[in-house]
């Protein structure tokens, strides 16, 4: 990253070199990472909201094509797409296999990471995942690879863990039905007191100011997508710090304003306007506005976590010295064996981080990327598991098998794809 020139002598060269990383981070993430993926959960979510729940009704009535229906969800960068799956399997409409493809096919909220800045890299790792998520769901299906006695061991290690009233029906029988978090009774009203954070307060002004930012986050939101899309164009070249009507200026206004909004709505925003509950399976929306909300909250979320995984490895290099290239150099085989077991971590934080340095360090091969698009369930796997934990333990192991097999064979059969293939 381009480092932040202070006057000389402003700090010492420690406090320096920490602000350069931060204020860095928080200019550079929301610019490469977040207006691409605000743009992508929108379009995502207005289909939901034009086609008003007809995609979940498609799934129930087409039981042949469930699978692939299932990854092509899945495929659609974020977890939005798989999210759908997870309520039709738990009323039973969908087989366990079109839930393992849908996860298999994922990769979460760390797509857009690579979309963004190795689109070669993420056709050729989402495309293995996708073909690995239609054999193996429509295997399930038909031959069922021991998920009946995975289900009893699971049973047996899981029911300790299900004493706080989580179901615990078979993998093969579904379950109880999700809320509906767009029926009236999850409508956002304006008594807070109940469901907000100890850290606010009970206030209409927040209320209205929260309402304020969230408009003014979309006007951010495009211009650092204008200047993200300057920025792939001119060979992501780093642009200056400067505040002016010109591209540098764009990219450094949009980029600091973007986070610091983007931190507001994801820590106290939600929680007067709605979408405090972020990666919640939803069938559609009720107003056009609820659904540009919806996108903004998770394009929030997934801000906050790239700051934080960029200042994470950049601070970690700082003080530790590692370098994580040569670590992933010296694994070996073993490379793409850890991405996979890193898919077994619900949720994309740690998805978001293990993008980036792929992407942005290229600390991290091709074979890993590839098995961990495959492993991992993004925040798909939430609902699931508020429902019926035992299924969604199946479901993950059950995803990380794939991405196993595949990661492994790209070490082996496709070696020059590694390091940094596809970053542009």
């Not at 906050?304 to 700082?318: A, D, F, M, N, Q």
């Not at 199946?394 to 098998?401: C, H, L, Q």
Request: net charge negative; proline share 5%.
């Amino acid at each position: 990253m381009t480092p932040l020139q202070l006057p000389p002598g402003t700090f010492g060269p420690a406090v320096q070199e920490f602000l350069n990383i931060l204020i860095g981070s928080w200019r550079e993430g929301f610019v490469q990472v977040s207006g691409f993926v605000g743009a992508t959960i929108l379009l995502f979510s207005l289909v939901q909201y034009r086609y008003d729940g007809r995609i979940t009704r498609w799934l129930e009535e087409n039981e042949r094509a469930q699978p692939l229906a299932g990854a092509l969800l899945g495929l659609t960068p974020g977890c939005g797409g798989a999210i759908i799956a997870m309520p039709l399997y738990i009323r039973g409409t969908v087989s366990f296999g079109t839930v393992v493809a849908a996860l298999a096919a994922t990769a979460g909220d760390s797509a857009f990471v690579i979309l963004a800045l190795a689109p070669e890299a993420a056709v050729y790792a989402y495309g293995l995942a996708f073909v690995s998520a239609v054999l193996f769901g429509y295997a399930i299906d038909l031959w069922g690879l021991g998920v009946g006695r995975v289900d009893s061991a699971v049973d047996r290690i899981s029911r300790p863990m299900t004493d706080g009233g989580f179901a615990t029906t078979s993998v093969a029988d579904g379950g109880p039905s999700v809320p509906d978090y767009d029926a009236p009774e999850h409508e956002h009203s304006h008594d807070h007191a109940r469901d907000l954070p100890g850290y606010l307060p009970d206030s209409r002004l927040l209320e209205r100011a929260s309402h304020a930012v969230h408009v003014l986050w979309w006007v951010v939101l495009a211009g650092a997508l204008v200047a993200g899309v300057t920025y792939l164009a001119r060979g992501a070249q780093e642009p200056v710090w400067e505040v002016a009507a010109t591209y540098d200026g764009l990219f450094t206004v949009a980029g600091l304003a973007g986070t610091t909004l983007s931190f507001y709505l994801y820590f106290v925003g939600r929680h007067y306007i709605g979408e405090g509950d972020t990666g919640a399976a939803r069938d559609s929306f009720t107003s056009l506005y609820r659904t540009f909300q919806h996108a903004a909250m998770e394009t929030a979320m997934v801000t906050v976590w790239v700051i934080g995984g960029y200042l994470l490895y950049e601070y970690g290099l700082l003080l530790t010295g590692v370098d994580i290239q040569g670590l992933a150099a010296a694994a070996g085989v073993l490379a793409p064996i850890a991405g996979a077991g890193l898919g077994l971590i619900p949720g994309c934080a740690a998805h978001i981080v293990f993008a980036q340095l792929y992407a942005v360090e290229e600390a991290i091969p091709f074979s890993a990327l590839v098995a961990n698009a495959i492993s991992q369930d993004g925040d798909a796997l939430f609902p699931l598991m508020a429902i019926d934990l035992k299924a969604a333990i199946v479901a993950t192991i059950y995803t990380t098998v794939p991405g196993v097999v595949v990661g492994v064979a790209v070490y082996y059969f496709w070696p020059f794809a590694q390091f940094g293939f596809g970053v542009l």
